[in-house]
Antibody, heavy 124, light 109 residues
Framework: QITLKESGPTLVKPTQTLTLTCTFSGFSLSTSGVGVAWIRQPPGKALEWLALIYWDDEKRYSPSLKSRLTITKDTSKNQVVLTMTDMDPVDTGTYYC????????????????WGQGTLVTVSS | DIQMTQSPSSLSAFLGDRVTITCRASQNISNYLNWYQQKPVKAPNLLIYAASSLQSGVPSRFSGSGSGSGTDFTLTISSLQPEDFATYYCQQSYNTPITFGQGTRLEIK
């Protein structure tokens, strides 16, 4: 059974740096084709993809947030960490991590399963 | 960026109705199109991947299709059940940035 779970602060102040950890089980991030993504959802709004890290350590970021984001992996701990700098109230929302399923790059792929999400509020 | 446009944004239907949700991509994405269902305060759940493949465990009343143009896709629920009332999102995985549609909220009439 594959599971993912997000952890991190529930409240951060404006300008602070957010660090979120995704701890997963049931798969290895060293297996070809596998990746872990971060996606967020402001209250009452749509899903927004943030970042993705692949099995070979290639990283992709949302262009609009690239300057603020860093994604890393620790294969031995089965964890993926996302940091987001200079937090603002508009960054308030639920942050999800999800496993990238499907094939190697160049093949259809999808997010499944997702973690339960963690609500992050940005407020002074 | 590839823009994903869903229609309608919201939809009211009766139990047992056949419902179709449309997703249009701003460029050809082949079959790199996925559908998710999200219920309130829950994480999204994968329904359909690669445009028309049913995810394991998902009821067969859900189906997905593409027009062949690589830009127009549909999600169909053949006979609405009470547990189907939720928000549905399409998502393209053709290239990064990965993008989602704005969502379609399906409500009980």
């Amino acid at each position: 059974q594959i599971t993912l779970k997000e952890s991190g602060p529930t409240l951060v102040k404006p300008t602070q740096t957010l660090t979120l950890t995704c701890t997963f089980s049931g798969f290895s991030l060293s297996t070809s084709g596998v990746g872990v993504a971060w996606i967020r959802q402001p209250p009452g709004k749509a899903l927004e993809w943030l970042a993705l890290i692949y099995w070979d350590d290639e990283k992709r970021y949302s262009p609009s947030l690239k300057s603020r984001l860093t994604i890393t992996k620790d294969t031995s701990k089965n964890q993926v960490v996302l940091t987001m700098t200079d937090m603002d109230p508009v960054d308030t929302g639920t942050y999800y991590c999800a496993r990238r399923g499907g094939g190697i790059r160049g093949k259809p792929n999808w997010f499944d399963p997702w973690g339960q999400g963690t609500l992050v509020t940005v407020s002074s | 960026d590839i823009q994903m446009t869903q229609s309608p944004s919201s939809l009211s239907a009766f139990l047992g109705d056949r419902v179709t949700i449309t997703c249009r991509a701003s460029q050809n994405i082949s079959n790199y199109l996925n559908w998710y269902q999200q219920k309130p305060v829950k994480a999204p759940n994968l329904l359909i991947y690669a445009a028309s493949s049913l995810q394991s465990g998902v009821p067969s009343r859900f189906s997905g299709s593409g027009s062949g143009s690589g830009t127009d896709f549909t999600l169909t629920i053949s006979s609405l059940q009470p547990e189907d009332f939720a928000t549905y999102y399409c998502q393209q995985s053709y290239n990064t940035p990965i993008t989602f549609g704005q969502g379609t909220r399906l409500e009980i009439k």
